[in-house]
């Protein structure tokens, strides 16, 4: 199984991208989002990917972060989604607010995607809403997009190289921040599904905010109405 590829792209089609390694093209399908976000010709490349087996077809399917690579899987685990339809819904949404529409029920927005009808989408939401909070969880630690490598990496992989300056990403602090929120928010007593729900509505509203806004935001999203 081909977990992650890392090499210089041949080419960049409308769906799908050859990304050559020592000589050996694979041809790499990739979401909207994702096409849209790669380097040009020529230039270096890392994709996490996934392998699609069947009798008569081997596909790869390529992701810039574990967070798209496991929101990827949970879509073709719904009866219904295949894996077109699911790299449409993450070059619509991207896997972020494909986690929180679920977490929300918010069916529409997950039925913006080409190819989604409205019984397809309410079933996505139906059947992963109870696992959203799980992938919530795991915050940054999926959502630090692969680095673009160096050319030396690619041609030379036993070079010696720099220690890389850690960065974070803005997608990667914000999931840090939800991960984080739903966790104090569990720890506080409310149900994963509730919880996950008040931090997904809050994150909505307030798109920049750090771990503790999201905690105040979410509770206020959680307390009994008069």
Known sequence: MIGKLTGVIDYIGTDHVMIDVRGVGYIVHVSERTRMALPGQGAPVS??????????????????SLLEKEWYRLLISVQGIGSKAAMAILGTLGPEATGRAIALGDWTAIKAAPGVGPKIAQRVVNELKDKAPTVMAMGGSLSEPLSTPEPAEVIEADAPKAAPKPTAAPQARTASAEAEALSA???????PSDAAQAVATAAQEVPDADTSTLIRAALKKLAPKD
């Open 47 to 64: 994709l996490y990917t996934d392998m699609l087996v069947r009798e008569d077809l081997l596909q790869l399917f390529g992701f810039t």
């Open 185 to 191: 928010l569990q720890n506080l007593g409310y149900s």
